[in-house]
């Protein structure tokens, strides 16, 4: 079994709480996007985000990989290029549960809680066959994704 560490340096234990998925079988590109729409909000507003996402209410904007992609009318941040990537958003959701039941485990005020760190990276590689015509095949590659997330608690009102 690999040993898995995390991308955020700064660690304390007292101060950040963390959760990671490994190995989920989405796009590292949706996911890529995902993570840095919902970098800097707290759990509480990257929830109904993503719960909108995945309700095609509001897109998550397409910052780097937005080739081809259509321009939607509901987006924060000026940008114009979204989409609606509900297997990712739902896998995030999941990620948003672990963090927030590892911070009340700590004894953390839920509340002020903001999403510090948001890392995706690329895993496994997975190599299939697709079978052609006449006895060939053409390589199918599925590469599988880790998605870190770090949360710290805000001092001060908001």
Same mark, same amino acid.
């Given at each position: 079994?690999? /040993?898995?560490?995390?991308?955020? /340096?700064?660690?304390?234990?007292?101060?950040?709480?963390?959760? =990671?998925?490994?190995?989920?079988?989405?796009?590292?590109?949706? =996911?890529? !996007?995902?993570? $840095?729409?919902?970098?800097?909000?707290?759990? !509480?507003?990257?929830?109904?985000?993503?719960?909108? $996402?995945?309700?095609?209410?509001?897109?998550?904007?397409?910052?780097?990989?937005?080739?081809? $992609?259509?321009?939607? =009318?509901?987006?924060?941040?000026?940008?114009?290029?979204?989409?609606?990537?509900?297997?990712? %958003?739902?896998?995030?959701?999941?990620?948003?549960?672990?963090?927030? =039941?590892?911070?009340?485990?700590?004894?953390?005020?839920?509340?002020?809680?903001?999403?510090?760190?948001?890392?995706?990276?690329?895993?496994?590689?997975?190599?299939?066959? /697709?079978?052609?015509?006449?006895?060939?095949?053409?390589?199918?590659?599925?590469?599988?994704?880790?998605?870190?997330?770090? %949360?710290? !608690?805000?001092?001060?009102? !908001?």
């Amino acid at each position: 079994m690999p /040993q898995f560490g995390y991308a955020f /340096q700064n660690y304390d234990k007292t101060k950040h709480v963390r959760a =990671s998925i490994r190995e989920k079988d989405i796009s590292h590109k949706h =996911s890529r !996007e995902i993570a $840095v729409a919902i970098k800097g909000m707290s759990i !509480e507003k990257a929830r109904e985000f993503l719960e909108n $996402v995945i309700a095609r209410k509001e897109a998550v904007p397409y910052r780097r990989y937005n080739m081809e $992609v259509a321009h939607r =009318s509901n987006i924060r941040d000026g940008f114009f290029a979204g989409r609606f990537p509900e297997k990712a %958003a739902g896998e995030f959701l999941k990620l948003l549960d672990n963090l927030e =039941s590892n911070a009340e485990y700590k004894g953390m005020d839920l509340d002020r809680l903001r999403i510090v760190s948001a890392a995706v990276h690329k895993g496994t590689k997975l190599q299939r066959f /697709q079978p052609r015509a006449m006895g060939r095949s053409s390589p199918k590659y599925d590469t599988l994704v880790h998605v870190e997330l770090v %949360a710290q !608690e805000a001092r001060g009102e !908001e």
